[in-house]
């Protein structure tokens, strides 16, 4: 008889003792640790809404703020999560664990019956930085400032984030003729909300100044066909500003490593 290759299984994956990850979430959650396991489990939900999710492989995060999370194997987005401040509490099912969480704020309760652990780690994490976001509103009426012939070859600005009583001007000026004029900066396509906002603008200063020599630019990407056209009938401009992108990692005009 030929003799037969014997058939090459996939290993099974490791697991962790039950006992043992019950006693890393108790002690995690103790010290207020980040606890990260991938674990075999189905969810159940209760709050705004009502959610059953039926057994499968995720990823579980306890947080040290006690924010819980759960993540499927694919996505950015959590299937499951429980907002900051959530109270877990540890249930020993014969050979299951079942995490019951709740967030009394929130009014909401997870129940997450973990039938396998593949693997758990808990650490004490410590960060304390806060991102830097590039490309803001900010961003652009710090280079206006920098760049005031961007608005008009006469601008000159004289402040950014002037306060009004109905919000923050992004960047006040006035022209050669003495005019003053207000920039509404906008990140994104400007839209007739963003038209609006900037004429509450213009004719508060208006008010406040004692004179109707005010005039406003909208300062954006680009801006929809109806936004230009309100624009232009308030006697308003708009100026195509793309944000800096200061924390851009690669120049497109510049050859990249992988083209040379």
């Known amino acids: 008889m030929p003799h037969k290759k014997p058939i090459n299984h996939p290993p099974a994956p490791s697991r962790m003792e039950i006992g043992d990850f019950s006693r890393l979430i108790e002690s995690g959650v103790a010290a207020r640790e980040s606890i990260v396991a991938f674990v075999h489990c189905q969810v159940t939900y209760s709050g705004r809404a009502e959610a059953f999710l039926d057994r499968g492989d995720r990823l579980l995060i306890i947080k040290q703020d006690q924010t819980v999370i ?26 299951h664990l079942l995490l019951h969480v709740r967030n009394d704020s929130e009014h909401a309760y997870l129940d997450i019956e973990v039938f396998r652990c593949y693997d758990a780690a808990a650490r004490r994490l410590d960060d304390g930085q806060k991102q830097d976001i590039a490309g803001n509103e900010r961003d ?7 760049n005031p012939a961007s608005i008009s070859a006469d601008f000159r600005p004289i402040s950014r984030e002037e306060q009004t009583d109905v919000g923050f001007i992004d960047v006040f000026g006035h022209d ?7 920039v509404e900066c906008k990140r994104i396509t400007a839209s007739l909300m ?29 801006i929809t066909p109806n936004a230009l056209e309100m624009l232009s009938s308030w006697g308003f401009r708009y100026a195509r ?3 800096p992108k200061r924390l851009e990692r690669w120049n497109k005009d510049q050859k990249k490593i992988f083209e040379f």
Do not use: F
């Open 140 to 146: 652009m009426s710090d280079w206006i400032r920098d």
């Open 70 to 95: 759960i993540h499927q194997p694919e996505g950015n987005a959590p299937i499951n999560y429980m907002r900051p401040a959530s109270v877990v509490a540890i249930e020993k099912i014969d050979e």
């Open 194 to 222: 963003a038209v609006d906002q900037l004429r509450r603008y213009v004719e508060r200063v208006k008010k406040i100044k004692g004179t109707e020599n005010v005039t406003g630019v909208l300062a954006a990407p680009s």
């Open 241 to 243: 500003i793309d944000p």
């Open 176 to 182: 050669c003729t003495g005019r003053l004029v207000v």
